[in-house]
T-cell receptor
C-alpha cells in the first residue's frame, strides 16, 4: 500500500462516545498533520508532529487528543464531541525537517465524521 | 482580514480557454506558496508550488507570484472538463512555518 491511508472513511458517533481516527503514511516522511475541513470554510490546521514531536497545537479543544507513536502513524482520539465537530478530518504528511518551510503536503482520503 | 483570501466562485470557463485563479495573503513574511486541487469528495492534491517572484510553468499550469503585492495566481491553459474542481491556495508563513489555506475557488469548465 502506498501514500497516506486513513481509517475509518466514515464515522458516526454520539456525543458521549470515544473513538479514534487512524492515519498511516508509507512515504518515508517525518512530519504528520491533522486538518479539519468544514463546508464553506478553509482547511483548519489542528496538530503538527515533526519527527514525532508535537510542534503545533492550533488552539484545539481538549476533546481532541493526538498521538504520534512513530513517524509513520498518527492518531486522533475523540471524546465527548459536539455536533459542530462534524466535518471531514484529513491527515497529511510531508518530508519534515528543522523548519517546515517549503513542505509539500500529501493528504489521505479523510474521515467523514458525524456527531449526533 | 483573512490570512489567505480567495474568491469562492464558482468560476465558469469554456473548454479550451485560460482559467485564472487568484489568491492574496496578509503576512508579508510568507515564504512558500502552493496550489492544491480538490475534486468533490476527494482529498487535496498538490499541483504547483512557487517560492520566488515571477512565473513558474509546469505543463498547462503557470503559477505567478508577486510578493510586493502579496498576490499569487494560477493560470490553467487549454482548460479541460477534468480541471473542474476546487483550487486551494496555501501559504507558509515565515514566522512559524505554519501552512495556512484559503477557502478555495470552485472552477467549472463548460464544454
Amino acid at each position: 500500500e502506498t501514500g497516506v491511508t486513513q481509517t475509518p472513511r466514515h464515522l458516526v458517533m454520539g456525543m458521549t462516545n470515544k473513538k479514534s481516527l487512524k492515519c498511516e503514511q508509507h512515504l518515508g516522511h517525518n512530519a504528520m498533520y491533522w486538518y479539519k475541513q468544514s463546508a464553506k470554510k478553509p482547511l483548519e490546521l489542528m496538530f503538527v508532529y515533526n519527527f514525532k514531536e508535537q510542534t503545533e497545537n492550533n488552539s484545539v479543544p481538549s476533546r481532541f487528543s493526538p498521538e504520534c507513536p512513530n513517524s509513520s502513524h498518527l492518531f486522533l482520539h475523540l471524546h465527548t464531541l459536539q455536533p459542530e465537530d462534524s466535518a471531514l478530518y484529513l491527515c497529511a504528511s510531508s518530508k519534515g525537517r528543522d523548519s517546515l518551510t517549503n513542505e509539500k503536503l500529501f493528504f489521505g482520503s479523510g474521515t467523514q465524521l458525524s456527531v449526533l | 482580514q483573512k490570512e489567505v483570501e480567495q474568491n469562492s466562485g464558482p468560476l465558469s470557463v469554456p473548454e479550451g480557454a485560460i482559467a485564472s485563479l487568484n489568491c492574496t495573503y496578509s503576512d508579508r513574511g510568507s515564504q512558500s506558496f502552493f496550489w492544491y486541487r480538490q475534486y468533490s469528495g476527494k482529498s487535496p492534491e498538490l499541483i504547483m508550488f512557487i517560492y520566488s517572484n515571477g512565473d513558474k510553468e509546469d505543463g498547462r499550469f503557470t503559477a505567478q507570484l508577486n510578493k510586493a503585492s502579496q498576490y499569487v495566481s494560477l493560470l490553467i491553459r487549454d482548460s479541460q472538463p477534468s480541471d473542474s474542481a476546487t483550487y486551494l491556495c496555501a501559504v507558509i508563513r515565515g514566522s512559524a512555518s505554519k501552512i495556512i489555506f484559503g477557502s478555495g475557488t470552485r472552477l467549472s469548465i463548460r464544454p
